[in-house]
């Protein structure tokens, strides 16, 4: 028993890679929220509010990653900003946040591919 009502549903049920917490999203009471549960002390909770892209377990112990982009202040060919990758990091136990670029969270990705322009070098030559 988590000590639960019963007029929520847990969706997207996750155990930690540990085994220590449990992870949920509730939804039919309110706006949906996050849910940690300590699984040894089930008083400890944490919850945060529904975002797109949701969070994930990190392979740190105690540890949670969401992740996030803003533009960065480089332009693209076509005079757009590139899109900077990054994770926020929740520490279960403190609740501090922190960022986390993507090439040093040691978990890679890859956006979009844009073709920019098509150039035939022969003819220009």
């Known amino acids: 028993d988590l000590g639960f009502n019963t007029q929520f549903t847990m969706q997207y ?9 449990i992870s949920f999203l509730s939804e039919g009471l309110g706006y949906p929220k996050y849910y940690w549960v300590n699984l040894s002390d089930p008083s400890k909770r944490i919850t945060k509010p ?27 060919g076509n005079g757009r900003p590139y899109p900077d990758y990054y994770f926020i990091e929740l520490d279960l136990i ?6 986390i670029l993507l090439k040093e969270s040691n978990i890679w990705g890859m956006g979009t591919i844009y073709v920019f322009g098509v150039f035939n070098i022969k003819d220009e030559q």
């Not at 949701?54 to 480089?74: I, Q």
């Not at 403190?94 to 960022?99: D, I, S, V, Y």
């Open 13 to 21: 049920l996750k155990v930690s890679p540990f085994g220590d917490y």
């Open 50 to 76: 529904f975002k797109t892209g949701g969070y994930f377990f990190s392979d740190k112990k105690n540890k949670v990653l969401s992740p996030a982009s803003r533009d960065s202040t480089e332009l693209m």
């Open 94 to 99: 403190t609740k501090q946040e922190r960022e």
